[in-house]
């Protein structure tokens, strides 16, 4: 019997705009989440999640239940989109190291930038907050420090909290590679967050 998903999805077959909107609706936030989670920042998170759903409505006539999870569908489109992104920082990190090395700088100011990119309400946070949100930050920088092949599935397992027989279908490996890669990625942010945790006592 079709999930909620796929019944949307269906109806999108048939012409139905509004019932994409749902699909929309319901996993934009998640998706969004997954994208961040993955290295990307949020505005660029944002386009990324918004071509992932015009990709999935383009392919709305081919759709067919069964064949795949949708979630599965949604994430995998997503994942290579962020492959992609990351890619193509990379390039543009490259090329900009190779500028710099040969004298070029950038005209913009660094304290300018810093400003402009730092969260607006930071300062009218309670302590506890601000404590909460750093550690966030620091387990944030840590994941993206991850070598990719172990970032994805670690993301998709402990934060989109998907089931191994899924992820294994995401990233097109056997679930028992899965697993040992959820196992090391563990073990080795484990170790980047070793220095931030308090002991009991």
């Given at each position: 019997m079709p999930d909620l998903d796929d019944k949307l999805m269906l109806r999108c077959k048939n012409g139905d705009k509004s019932a994409f909107e749902l699909v929309v609706e319901r996993h934009r936030l998640p998706l969004?989440?997954?994208?961040?989670?993955?290295?990307?920042?949020y505005e660029t998170a944002e386009d990324i999640a918004q071509e992932t759903f015009i990709r999935m409505y383009r392919a709305a006539p081919r759709y067919k239940?069964?064949?795949?999870k949708f979630t599965t569908w949604m994430y995998h489109i997503a994942s290579n989109l962020c492959k992609n992104e990351l890619r193509n920082r990379g390039r543009h990190s490259r090329y900009m190291a190779d500028l710099k090395l040969n004298g070029w700088n950038d005209d913009g100011d660094d304290t300018q930038d810093v400003i402009a990119t730092a969260p607006a309400d930071v300062i009218y946070q309670p302590e506890q907050q601000l404590e909460q949100k750093e550690l966030q930050n620091i387990v944030q920088r840590a994941i993206e420090k991850l070598p990719e092949k172990y970032r994805l599935p670690l993301v998709l397992r402990d934060i989109q909290e998907l089931d191994y027989r899924e992820i294994s279908k995401i990233v097109k490996i056997p679930v028992g590679t899965v697993k040992s890669r959820i196992n090391r990625a563990r073990l080795m942010l484990k170790e980047k967050l070793k220095s931030y945790v308090i002991p009991n006592t």
């Amino acid at each position: 019997m079709p999930d909620l998903d796929d019944k949307l999805m269906l109806r999108c077959k048939n012409g139905d705009k509004s019932a994409f909107e749902l699909v929309v609706e319901r996993h934009r936030l998640p998706l969004v989440n997954f994208i961040i989670r993955m290295g990307i920042d949020y505005e660029t998170a944002e386009d990324i999640a918004q071509e992932t759903f015009i990709r999935m409505y383009r392919a709305a006539p081919r759709y067919k239940t069964g064949s795949a999870k949708f979630t599965t569908w949604m994430y995998h489109i997503a994942s290579n989109l962020c492959k992609n992104e990351l890619r193509n920082r990379g390039r543009h990190s490259r090329y900009m190291a190779d500028l710099k090395l040969n004298g070029w700088n950038d005209d913009g100011d660094d304290t300018q930038d810093v400003i402009a990119t730092a969260p607006a309400d930071v300062i009218y946070q309670p302590e506890q907050q601000l404590e909460q949100k750093e550690l966030q930050n620091i387990v944030q920088r840590a994941i993206e420090k991850l070598p990719e092949k172990y970032r994805l599935p670690l993301v998709l397992r402990d934060i989109q909290e998907l089931d191994y027989r899924e992820i294994s279908k995401i990233v097109k490996i056997p679930v028992g590679t899965v697993k040992s890669r959820i196992n090391r990625a563990r073990l080795m942010l484990k170790e980047k967050l070793k220095s931030y945790v308090i002991p009991n006592t």
